[in-house]
């Protein structure tokens, strides 16, 4: 019972400063105990704003890729009904995971498809044959809803949708 009393803070003996310097003293020394437990775990403000600055750089490359791949398909959509009219070529908007095979260069987020791979023309992708389908979909790292067992002239339109309205 004596204890108890002992705890108990008599008015005006501990000032609201105290208290909360207290409070922050016992954070401090808890985050420290978690460090040496944790083996090092805690992470610095400045770990952490290299990351998020690192994680916004990431998103604003994706969110101004996808405004230009839009606008080009914009453009695009418009030549429609011409099967000569030079297509512009889209920006990447999805990263690789692995590297691309077979000669396809590696691409970061916003880079335009080279012109050896993206086709010139409408005519030009309508005409594509199965390995210029296949190099487009691992430069984009895409598959353009492309599924097992769809015929040519299925894949040749499912890049068509793409190129144009995305």
Request: aromatic share 6%; proline share 5%.
């Amino acid at each position: 019972n004596d204890r108890k009393q002992a705890r108990q803070v008599q008015p005006g003996l501990v000032s609201e400063a105290q208290i909360h310097a207290s409070k922050k003293r016992k954070t401090a020394i808890e985050f420290a105990h978690a460090d040496e437990t944790y083996g090092n775990a805690m992470v610095t403000q400045a770990q952490m704003t290299t990351a998020l600055d690192a994680a916004l750089d990431d998103l604003s490359t994706k969110i101004t890729a996808t405004i230009n791949a839009e606008s080009t398909r914009r453009y695009n959509s418009s030549t429609i009904t011409s099967d000569t009219a030079r297509l512009r070529r889209i920006p990447k908007t999805v990263p690789n995971g692995a590297p691309p095979e077979g000669g396809i260069p590696d691409a970061n987020v916003g880079d335009r498809c080279p012109a050896n791979i993206f086709p010139a023309t409408k005519a030009q992708l309508q005409s594509m044959n199965q390995l210029a389908i296949d190099n487009l979909r691992a430069w984009y790292n895409q598959d353009f809803g492309i599924g097992v067992g769809d015929t040519i002239k299925e894949q040749r339109e499912k890049v068509l949708e793409f190129v144009y309205w995305g």
